[in-house]
């Protein structure tokens, strides 16, 4: 009696190795290591439909019909296996008629009795489509959320969604998004390699209207995902004959339309086609695939609205820092300037709302009297709109203390009292203290073109780099008062923030900036720790010295980018260069007599003859030259300088005939005087009178038979600006004439 489990002999002889490889219902693939193939059995000829591809030789396993896209993923394959490693995953492979098939194989490696590598054998089989289609399609659709979830602009996440889908999923995509009752193309992909032609398909940007009865406009009108899953068994009205010409060129197969819908509204639509472009296991959509696209379009539609939402607060951002900042730079003689403001890292790396696109820096450029100019550079600590606001109240202040003409720790003085005001404590219902104080740094100069005199304060910021011959440093800056707002009680800013002056060098530039220039955050991917202080500012200034002879618009460039990493906060850069040659001014000092009236009127008339001044502003300026100079004779003499009284304790002192000096009084009298300064830029003349009179000049009103009062009404009326300020001897009235129209 036989065991069970013994075999007849004819059995046996049935049982060699090549008789049940020929049985087997699974492909059988050897190759040794070069990938040539020794054997395959005969479910593998079916398979791959190529009967006539004899084996043996230098026939390679990619012959097999594996397309050329998945070349790499076999070489691959192939260098693992060889290693000894086992390798499992799926092919699109080209049968010997033509048609796609997908194949889901598994290789080993094929061994030596002694243990080493001597070929490959691989095992394959057709892949049960339904499943493996689930699969790849529900992996397709956890890509697609991934990507969205990094994107916060439309053009971005539609694009992004058009990469997954072209040419994985379809050869054409078009997505479509409403804008008021239009319906504008926003993204028209096709397969590489291939664009539709002009005038046949509607390109990105173009209004799209699809006929009443379109598949499209069906999808729209009912919100509802339609797929056309043969063309050629089914007939729509077309947009155009162009469009419907090309369709038939290419051989559209099959489309799939879903509406982009989220919180109640359409948005737009997406259109998915597949043509004869490319070659597919199979040229159709069906209902499985309708539903996969619906679910694309409902995580589109969602991903769509949130960056909508998302451009719509950051353009309201973007516009309110735009106009909390100069809109544009006036033109000023005897210097180049270039700013640049980069708003905060966008919302996508913080988290923490809108406010992180707007922030507190902020950067001004002010004229002041005679081409005097004043520049200002600040930040308020943080970001977001409180920061921006504060910013905002801050800049006003400064550009309305600027216009009475005081020195710059004056300024930062009464700057500093507005800090706070506007940061008194905010309480809740409770009435607990709840506010922050806002931190405020700043820097003030006024810079002289025609002195190259540079005045400053500054109030706890970031000294500018003086750049000289080449050579960046920091500017020498000895007195750095504290932030505006935080000085203790009962010191007075006055004590706090002290003027410095410094003569700027012919072609000297200063860059100022705020923090955000050199606090970077580095690259996530980098894994570095961040710069230290000292050494970001000395790649700063390496950099900055390789531009350094260059325009002031490209030494901004070259700061913007010199420090690596990426921008963690709001920035601001301002760059200023003196002029190399020397302006144009004259300067003459007179007694305060009447007949000086004259004297200074011939002066200023052969100076700006000499300038190449018009005639008639030359008389212009004359007559008002006359009329200031006048003002300044008149009060000079018939008012004294303000002195204090001299009280003494005790008796009075005797009396000295030898004090009374004959002629002291007008000894005196004739010691007042004034300065004459003439200034000629490329655009204007200005015209400075200087005296030790105290008293600001004001307009009053002159009555009908009234002789005076009507000099500095005919200035106002006559001159581009005028005004006055006071100096440490006196005071100084000045007004601008432009040298072409009024």
């Known amino acids: 009696m036989k065991r069970w489990g ?56 990619l012959s097999l019909g594996i397309m050329e896209k998945d070349h790499p993923l076999a070489v691959e394959l192939a260098k693992h296996v060889l290693k000894g490693g086992v390798w499992e995953g799926t092919f699109d492979v080209v049968r010997g008629d033509g048609t796609v098939i997908y194949v889901r194989a598994q290789a080993v490696p094929l061994r030596h009795p002694s243990g080493s590598v001597t070929g490959i054998v691989i095992t394959a089989r057709e892949a049960m489509r339904s499943n493996e289609r689930e699969k790849d399609r529900f992996g397709l659709l956890e890509r697609i959320g991934e990507r969205l979830a990094g994107s916060l602009y439309v053009e971005e996440t539609l694009n992004r969604v058009a990469e997954m889908l072209v040419p994985q999923f379809a050869d054409h995509c078009f997505i479509e998004l409403s804008e008021g009752d239009r319906l504008v193309r926003k993204v028209s992909t096709h397969v590489k390699g291939w664009t539709p032609p002009a005038g046949t398909w509607r390109p990105v940007g173009s209004e799209i209207r699809y006929p009443a009865g379109h598949y499209a406009e069906i999808a729209l009108r009912r919100q509802e995902t339609i797929i056309v899953e043969d063309f050629a068994t089914m007939s729509y009205p077309s947009p155009s004959e162009e469009a419907s010409r090309l369709c038939g060129e290419i051989g559209m197969t099959s489309a799939i339309v879903a509406p982009l819908c989220a919180r109640g509204e359409t948005l737009g639509l997406m259109y998915l086609g597949m043509s004869n472009l490319t070659d597919r296991r199979s040229p159709h959509y069906d209902a499985f695939d309708r ?192 932030p505006l707002g935080v000085n203790a009680k009962g010191m007075h800013a006055d004590l706090v923030y002290k003027e410095e002056t410094r003569v700027l060098p012919p072609g000297a530039a200063l860059l100022l900036y705020t923090d955000g220039l050199v606090d970077r955050r580095p690259a996530r991917e980098s894994g570095e720790a961040p710069l230290g202080d000292e050494e970001t500012l000395r790649i700063l200034s390496e950099e900055v010295a390789k531009a350094s002879t260059e325009s002031v618009e490209r030494i901004a460039d070259v700061a913007t980018v010199a420090v690596p990493g990426e921008i963690d906060d709001d920035m601001a850069i301002l760059v200023i260069r003196s002029a190399g040659k020397e302006l144009k001014f004259e300067e003459r000092t007179f007694p305060a007599q009447p ?74 009298a004739n010691e007042k005087e004034f300065t004459l300064r003439l200034r000629r830029g490329e655009e204007s003349i200005w015209v400075e009178v200087f005296d030790q009179d105290l008293r600001l000049p004001r307009i009053r009103s002159a009555g009908e038979n009234d002789e005076g009062g009507r000099g500095l009404y005919l200035v106002d009326q006559l001159a581009r600006r005028w005004g006055s300020r006071p100096t440490k001897e006196g005071k100084a009235v000045w007004f601008e004439i432009p040298t072409r129209g009024r």
């Open 6 to 61: 013994d075999l007849s002999q004819d059995a046996a002889d049935h049982l060699t190795p090549e008789s049940v490889l020929d049985h087997a219902e699974m492909a059988v693939v050897v190759t040794d290591r070069f990938s040539n193939v020794l054997y395959w059995n005969p479910f593998a000829e079916r398979l791959f439909g190529s009967p006539d591809r004899p084996v043996g030789g230098d026939q390679n396993v």
């Open 291 to 482: 539903d996969f696209v619906g679910a694309i379009a409902t995580r589109v539609a969602i991903a769509v609205d949130n960056a909508l939402l998302f451009e719509e607060e950051r353009h309201t951002a973007e516009s309110f820092q735009k106009y909390l900042l100069p809109r544009e730079l006036p033109q000023l003689d005897g210097l180049e300037i270039a700013v640049r403001y980069y708003p905060a890292a966008p919302l996508a790396s913080h988290g923490q709302g809108i406010q992180t696109q707007v922030g507190g820096d902020w950067y001004d450029v002010i004229p002041l009297s005679a081409g005097r100019v004043g520049i200002v550079i600040g930040d308020v600590e943080g970001r977001g709109a409180k920061a921006a606001a504060v910013m905002g109240q801050l800049r006003a202040a400064l550009r309305a203390f600027a216009q009475d003409d005081k020195s710059p720790a004056d300024i930062l003085a009464r700057l500093n009292e507005w800090t706070r005001i506007i940061a008194a404590p905010e309480r809740d219902d409770y009435g607990t203290d709840v506010s922050t104080p806002p931190i405020v740094t700043c820097q003030y100069l006024v810079y002289d073109a025609w002195s190259r005199q540079l005045s400053f304060a500054n109030a706890g910021h970031s000294p500018p780099l003086l750049i000289v011959d080449g050579l960046v440093t920091e500017l020498d800056i000895v007195e750095v008062g504290q």
């Open 595 to 668: 007949i000086m009236v004259g004297e200074a009127r011939r002066m200023a008339s052969e100076a700006f003859a000499n300038w190449g001044v018009p005639e008639e502003r030359i008389e212009l300026a004359c007559l008002l030259v006359s009329e200031v100079v006048t003002n300044v004779v008149l009060h000079a003499a018939s008012a004294s300088v303000p002195r204090r009284e001299l009280v003494l304790d005790g008796p009075p002192l005797p009396f000295d005939e030898s004090w009374d000096v004959p002629g002291l009084d007008n000894e005196v």
